[in-house]
C-alpha cells in the first residue's frame, strides 16, 4: 500500500467560525506566508484555500467574510515555497467561465513549476449565484460541464475545444500552457451526486469532512462507480481528520481533538489508510502562529514517519 500523504487546509486565508482559532482575526499575509514556509519544510503534499466571491449577511456571523481569493493566494505563496503543491480546496469553477479559469489557474501552474491541484465543487451559497448571474438551482451541472471544459482548456493544446450546452469555444488560444501535462481535478463533496461526479470525473476526491464512520462507504460506492464505468485510473481518496495537537496540550483542545504521542496520533491516522485513503487533511489546534508553527513541524518530524 502506497503512503499515507498529507495536506493542510492554511489558517488565515479563510476564516469560519467552524474551524478559525482566535489569533487568526488579527492576523494577515506574514502569518500566511511563514506558515505555508513551514508547510513547505516538514513534508505536506499540499497547502489549500478556499473560494469565496463575497458573504451575503444572513450568513456573515458564522462564515465571516475573510476569504482569500485562491488563484491570487496560491500563487503569492507559490514565490516563498519550493516544493509544497497548491490545492484550490475548492474552487466553485461554475461561477466563472471556463476559459477564465483556464487562464487563472494555467498561469499558476506555469509560473509555480507545475505544483497545481485544481480542486473544485458546486458551492453552497445561493446569493454569489445570482450576483454572477449564475443558475444556482442547476449548480450540478453547471459544474459538470465546466469539468469537461477545463479538462480541455488546461491540456495540452494551444487552442482547446469544448461544444456543449452551456459552454461553446474554439479557436481561442492561451498561452502559457500548464507546466504539467495533467493538471489533476479532484473533486470536492459528499452528497450523492458529488461521489458520483467524483467517481466519473474526477483524479481524486475531497470529502466534506466526513467522519470516519461513513468513508467505508463512500469509498465504496467511489470503486464501484468507477468499475461500472471501466475507468482505471487511479483515484486519489481524501480525508479531512479531526482536530490535531501533537503532544500534551496544556489547555483546553476540545472533545473532538487528537491528541498526545507521536505514535498514539500516527496509530489512529493509520485507520484512514486501511480504509482506502491517499491522503489526509490536517488541522492543528493553536493559540498563536508560533505555537501552529510548532505543531507543523513537530507532526512532519514525528507523526508523518510513522504513518506507513
Do not use: N
Not at 111 to 127: C, D, F, I, N, Y
Not at 256 to 276: D, F, H, K, N, V
Amino acid at each position: 500500500m502506497s503512503r499515507l500523504a498529507y495536506g493542510i487546509q492554511l489558517p488565515v486565508q479563510s476564516q469560519s467560525t467552524l474551524y478559525t482559532e482566535r489569533w487568526e482575526a488579527a492576523a494577515g499575509p506574514a502569518d500566511l506566508v511563514e506558515t505555508a514556509r513551514a508547510v513547505d519544510r516538514a513534508g505536506f503534499a499540499y497547502l489549500a484555500c478556499c473560494d469565496h466571491v463575497a458573504i451575503p449577511r444572513r450568513l456573515a456571523p458564522a462564515m465571516s467574510t475573510v476569504w482569500y481569493d485562491p488563484v491570487a493566494t496560491l500563487a503569492h505563496l507559490a514565490a516563498v515555497t519550493e516544493r509544497v503543491r497548491l490545492l484550490s480546496h475548492v474552487a466553485v469553477v461554475g461561477l466563472r467561465h471556463p476559459l477564465l479559469s483556464a487562464k487563472q489557474y494555467a498561469t499558476l501552474d506555469h509560473l509555480s513549476g507545475g505544483r497545481l491541484v485544481l480542486g473544485v465543487g458546486a458551492g453552497h451559497v445561493r446569493e454569489e449565484f445570482e450576483v454572477l448571474d449564475v443558475d444556482f438551482d442547476r449548480r450540478g451541472a453547471v459544474l459538470d460541464e465546466a469539468i469537461d471544459a477545463l479538462r480541455s482548456a488546461l491540456g495540452p493544446e494551444e487552442f482547446p475545444e469544448h461544444h456543449g450546452k452551456l459552454y461553446d469555444f474554439a479557436d481561442l488560444g492561451q498561452r502559457p500552457r500548464p507546466a504539467q501535462e495533467h493538471v489533476p481535478i479532484w473533486i470536492g463533496g459528499s452528497s450523492p451526486a458529488a461521489v458520483r461526479r467524483a467517481a466519473l470525473k474526477g483524479d481524486g476526491w475531497l470529502p466534506q469532512g466526513d467522519p470516519r464512520d461513513r468513508l467505508p462507504d463512500r469509498i465504496g460506492r467511489l470503486k464501484a462507480l468507477r468499475e461500472e464505468a471501466g475507468i482505471e485510473a487511479p483515484l486519489t481518496v481524501g480525508a479531512i481528520t479531526e482536530p490535531l495537537y501533537v503532544g500534551r496540550a496544556g489547555w483546553d483542545v476540545g472533545r473532538r481533538t487528537l491528541s498526545g504521542a507521536p505514535e498514539e496520533i500516527a496509530a489512529s491516522l493509520r485507520a484512514y489508510r486501511a480504509m482506502g485513503v491517499h491522503q489526509i487533511q490536517v488541522r492543528f489546534r493553536s493559540r498563536s502562529r508560533s505555537e501552529l508553527i510548532d505543531q507543523i513541524g513537530a507532526f512532519g518530524a514525528e507523526v508523518a514517519p510513522r504513518l506507513d
